[in-house]
């Protein structure tokens, strides 16, 4: 059977919907549960399993992200003047996000300005990596293939390489594998909390997915590939892991299940390692796969997110940031006793209230975006 386009499409927002939402959860958590925290929520040591267990959700967030980023400008190529067009639309695209990360985006961490520091986060790495695109999408599709799974599998390789601030390296090093701080003046440093070495290979195996998605493709087909891609890739991670090898830090079992658990799903995101990619992109597959054959009322309102997941992002980042100033102003600084999370479960709820709260501008502008496609810069959200 030869799905709709509306189906075949709707499953990659549902799925970036979700994700989404994921990281709106962490987000609440990172605003009004740091009174709770540990320094380190992936500390098996120290952490709640219920924080540990919350904070491994996101972790879905960012790989998954940037896979559909691929895969959607495979579809933009297919839909507009192939890839010429598409190149350029990455190339302007990728340089619009790192103007925005820089800008908009720290603002809204920071409410500095000007500012003493600036996070280059995952707005950053998704911006570098389409301009990374934007040229290696003229690579033939199997060397693409090669190229992402050799940047995915291969960088841990580089785990040990490090250079001074004084080496003329220290910098394009911090971008792309080492993370760490560039110092630009007295006044003002740069964090590059995401290097993008192993996301330029994500987005990369993203777009050579893209004809799975092709107008007319057989869905039965495509959801077979999607499952067979993901199971495999979850078994690497297993076997990888309990072999306790290449590219990860240890896990160790000390007896108690929950905190051997804790361990072992103990995985490096930044820069994401190879067992970090293969476990969320594995699921991650999974579930596209799982959303292409559902079409209810909730794969519709995760659509609704992630068809406009710009916009989302923004607004989501100053409501929380409004929402904490407001409660600082109006219960001074008992962060906790009177305004703060006192559960895991709270943030949960706080995320589901502030879901529904958003929901409603999300879909306004989701559905102008839709109706005004004469409107050239609503397409870069």
């Known amino acids: 059977m030869t799905p709709t386009p509306a189906t075949r499409l709707r499953s990659i927002d549902a799925l970036r919907g979700l994700v989404i939402l994921l990281m709106l959860l962490d987000h609440v958590r990172e605003t009004f549960y740091l009174h709770m925290q540990v320094s380190d929520p992936m500390d098996v040591a120290q952490t709640d399993p219920a924080l540990f267990f919350a904070r491994s959700l996101a972790h879905l967030c960012a790989p998954v992200f940037i896979l559909l980023t691929g895969l959607s400008a495979f579809l933009y190529g297919e839909k507009h003047a192939g890839r010429e ?9 990728g340089l619009f996000l790192i103007v925005l990360e820089v800008t908009l985006v720290n603002f809204a961490w920071t409410f500095q300005f000007p500012p003493s520091v600036i996070y280059l986060q995952v707005i950053w790495a998704i911006g570098l990596s389409m301009v990374a695109l934007s040229a290696l999408l003229w690579l033939p599709r199997g060397w693409l293939v090669a190229l992402g799974l050799a940047l995915i599998g291969g960088h841990n390789l580089l785990d040990g390489l490090h250079f001074p601030a004084e080496s003329w390296l220290h910098v394009p090093w911090a971008v792309l594998h080492d993370r760490g701080w560039l110092e630009v003046s007295e006044q003002l440093r740069l964090r590059t909390s995401y290097p993008v070495l192993p996301w330029i290979g994500v987005i990369a195996l993203g777009y050579a997915i893209g004809p799975w998605f092709a107008r007319g493709s057989e869905a039965g087909q495509r959801q077979g590939r999607l499952l067979a891609l993901g199971f495999t890739s979850l078994a690497m991670f297993f076997l990888l892991r309990l072999l306790n090898g290449y590219g990860e830090k240890p896990w160790h079992s000390d007896g108690a299940t929950v905190q ?7 995985i490096t995101k930044y820069p994401p390692s190879l067992l970090f990619l293969a476990l969320t992109l594995g699921v991650g597959l999974l579930l596209l ?22 916009f989302f992002y923004l607004l989501h980042l100053y409501v929380l940031k409004v929402l904490y100033i407001a409660s600082l102003a109006a219960f001074g600084a008992n962060h906790g006793e009177y305004f703060g999370f006192d559960s895991v479960l709270a943030v949960w709820i706080g995320a589901v209230v502030l879901a529904i709260a958003l929901y409603l501008p999300v879909r306004a502008f989701a559905r102008l975006k839709a109706r005004r496609r004469d409107i050239a810069w609503l397409k870069y959200f």
């Open 85 to 93: 067009e598409t190149s350029r639309f990455l190339l302007k695209r």
């Open 260 to 266: 051997t658990l804790m361990s072992f799903f103990n």
């Open 289 to 310: 796969a799982s959303l292409e054959r559902r079409d209810g009322r909730v794969t519709g309102w995760l659509a609704t997110f992630g068809a406009a997941p710009m």
